[in-house]
T-cell receptor, first 113, second 113 residues
Framework: GAGVSQSPRYKVAKRGQDVALRCDPISGHVSLFWYQQALGQGPEFLTYFQNEAQLDKSGLPSDRFFAERPEGSVSTLKIQRTQQEDSAVYLC???????????FGPGTRLTVL | SQQGEEDPQALSIQEGENATMNCSYKTSINNLQWYRQNSGRGLVHLILIRSNEREKHSGRLRVTLDTSKKSSSLLITASRAADTASYFCATGVMMDSSYKLIFGSGTRLLVRP
């Protein structure tokens, strides 16, 4: 079956714009995770969903970041009033069970000018 | 914040040689996972080792885990040019109702043909 897909793959935003990043997890995967990866660094955890419930949002950098997964499948990460420091690759991952291996999407590279 | 420290940060070897990468972490873990990332691409899951396991093999990969020393190693035997990538260890940490992967900063491996 298809892997995790993310769209758009690349996004350029002017400072102050709102952006929405989409993640389509593997069908049947209960858990969904968002990570942020800065250039040359490992990914950093942002938030975790189990089905439609957001169980952990402790990694979201500020209240400008918001994530949802209303029907327990597709998820959207929204960043309001983007800042230059938001420039990074945003990775989505899903897993069949909470503690099993995570399958990552290709990421969305966000550049804020 | 990243939990893992990976050593070395960069490694250059000749095709056919073995490559060893080490990872240390700080907190209690549920499992430890290794991922590969080619330049500009998503993360590919390599292997998962549970906290009660000491060693695991998958093809040319061998992973060890020492929970008393809070460390893990990834050995790639008979390396190939196609193994050139960044390798990340990630600790699976369960806390309250949440679960997350905490990544190290990665080892950049170059396999020279």
């Amino acid at each position: 079956g298809a892997g995790v897909s993310q769209s758009p793959r690349y996004k350029v935003a002017k400072r102050g714009q709102d952006v929405a990043l989409r993640c389509d997890p593997i069908s049947g995967h209960v858990s969904l995770f968002w990570y942020q990866q800065a250039l040359g660094q490992g990914p950093e955890f942002l938030t975790y969903f189990q089905n439609e419930a957001q169980l952990d949002k402790s990694g979201l950098p500020s209240d400008r970041f918001f994530a949802e997964r209303p029907e327990g499948s597709v998820s959207t990460l929204k960043i309001q009033r983007t800042q230059q420091e938001d420039s990074a690759v945003y990775l989505c991952a899903s897993s069949f069970r909470t503690v099993s291996e995570q399958f990552f999407g290709p990421g969305t590279r966000l550049t804020v000018l | 914040s990243q939990q893992g420290e990976e050593d070395p940060q960069a490694l250059s070897i000749q095709e056919g040689e073995n490559a060893t990468m080490n990872c240390s972490y700080k907190t209690s873990i549920n499992n430890l996972q290794w991922y590969r990332q080619n330049s500009g691409r998503g993360l590919v899951h390599l292997i998962l080792i549970r906290s009660n396991e000491r060693e695991k093999h998958s093809g040319r990969l061998r992973v060890t885990l020492d929970t008393s020393k809070k460390s893990s190693s990834l050995l790639i035997t008979a390396s190939r040019a196609a193994d050139t990538a960044s390798y990340f260890c990630a600790t699976g940490v369960m806390m309250d109702s949440s679960y997350k992967l905490i990544f190290g900063s990665g080892t950049r491996l170059l396999v020279r043909p």
